[in-house]
């Protein structure tokens, strides 16, 4: 896809839209390689000098993502980039694979997830 400001602003839309329906805040997006290399090591930290090579990364420490919108060849696979990246921000500590492609599957069809909370631990009682 060719990136011009039109699709700039559609990328925007979705990424809000989706990281509302996440209860993520909204996160930094970058459209180029270029911008990647421009940013702050610490924001770009792990794949900073390899993000040409995917559709898209997420650098969750810094609430960021990556959507290399020259590499993605229609708009079904820009929304599914958007909706992985943004899965990884709001679920970090899964990996890849069938929970996690569930989850991103789950999401394209609408699904809202509530904010993320860590578990407290059960009151243990003698």
Avoid: W
């Amino acid at each position: 896809m060719k990136l011009d400001d039109e699709l700039r602003l559609i990328v925007l839309e979705k990424v809000g839209i989706y990281s509302k329906r996440f209860s993520t805040p909204e996160p930094q997006v970058f459209f180029t390689n270029k911008e990647v290399m421009a940013a702050p090591k610490e924001i770009t930290e792990g794949c900073r000098t390899t993000a040409y090579k995917y559709y898209g990364v997420s650098y969750m420490e810094k609430n960021t993502i990556f959507i290399n919108v020259k590499k993605i060849p229609d708009e079904k696979t820009l929304e599914n980039t958007i909706v992985h990246e943004l899965i990884h921000q709001r679920f970090p500590y899964l990996s890849h694979g069938k929970r996690f492609n569930k989850l991103v599957r789950q999401g394209l069809r609408g699904k809202t997830f509530d904010p993320y909370r860590k578990r407290n631990s059960p009151e243990i009682s003698c």
